[in-house]
């Protein structure tokens, strides 16, 4: 690589965060680094740090392998598109290990009392992180091709509830995937398992198209902030993007728990035991890991 061409890749990367408002950056970073040092803080023996920088990376990485086949792919067809985009979910699933890569899937994780509130913070704020650094990249991949990225959006002439029930239903199904396929027998079968969740969530993609849909909230804030240089700042785009996936989660993560005596219905020691369940090997906790939605 010849120094002209490296400084024409600096410029083109430089032009593309340029987009972002700085002020609005240090929101995200500063709370960032602040539930970081306090989850290490609180946990010092766990690698907080570590699953940090697998979120943050993860996220970028997620965000360059699904959002560019979409305009790169589209003029050859659905089938091709479909394809691209299942690949990719399954490549940065494999390549980074499994990080939630999603606040919602991360949430749901804490409901699961997987994840403490701290380390939940912690891993949200990478994902914001990482979804800032993801977007412009995933556009200088396309950006030879002539084509532009695309993202989840509202119509602001759509009613908060009708956003907020397709984001609410969307999640409910990638959820539904994510704990059948992910934590039942059917999770010691990677390629199957991830192909099921990469399915899922293009079904959702095609068939609850009226918010995107993101089912992500960090895909849905900071593509909002990447498309229009500020983070968002109406209570619509939050209900949607943040609250619809987010009980969504919730509830089927209480469902989930009910039905295999995990997270809050957990048995204490003392406790009669319970009848075993697939999903209850290793004691109820994960046994695989996932690749939230594009996480998309």
């Not at 970073?29 to 570590?50: M, T, W, Y």
């Not at 560019?68 to 792919?73: I, S, T, Y």
């Not at 979804?131 to 396309?142: E, H, R, V």
Request: proline share 7%; net charge neutral.
């Amino acid at each position: 690589m010849t120094e002209a061409t490296f400084e024409s890749m600096s410029t083109d990367v430089r032009a593309l965060f340029a987009v972002y408002d700085q002020k609005d950056v240090s929101y995200v970073v500063g709370p960032s680094l602040f539930f970081l040092a306090l989850a290490i803080q609180k946990n010092p023996k766990k690698r907080v740090f570590g699953t940090f920088i697998r979120e943050l990376v993860g996220m970028a990485f997620m965000i360059c392998c699904v959002f560019p086949p979409g305009p790169a792919l589209g003029p050859l067809g659905w089938a091709a598109e479909w394809a691209a985009h299942m690949l990719g979910v399954i490549v940065s699933d494999r390549v980074m290990g499994g990080p939630y890569v999603n606040p919602a899937v991360t949430f749901s994780m804490y409901c699961w009392k997987q994840v403490t509130l701290l380390e939940a913070l912690s891993i949200i704020s990478a994902q914001l992180l990482g979804a800032i650094i993801g977007f412009p990249f995933a556009q200088l991949i396309i950006q030879p091709l002539g084509a532009t990225l695309g993202g989840p959006s509202v119509d602001s002439a759509l009613p908060m509830e009708q956003g907020f029930a397709n984001e609410f239903a969307g999640f409910m199904i990638l959820m539904c995937a994510v704990y059948g396929c992910c934590f039942t027998p059917l999770g010691d079968y990677y390629l199957l398992k991830q192909s099921l969740v990469a399915a899922s969530i293009r079904f959702v993609l095609v068939f609850y198209p009226v918010t995107g849909p993101a089912i992500n909230p960090a895909l849905g804030s900071i593509w909002s902030f990447y498309s229009t240089g500020t983070l968002p700042r109406t209570l619509n785009h939050y209900v949607v993007y943040w609250l619809g996936p987010c009980l969504a989660g919730c509830a089927i993560t209480l469902l989930w728990s009910g039905a295999t005596r995990t997270g809050i219905f957990e048995k204490k020691p003392g406790d009669a035991p319970a009848k075993s369940t697939a999903a209850q090997s290793d004691g109820g906790r994960p046994t695989s890991t996932i690749n939230g939605p594009e996480g998309k």
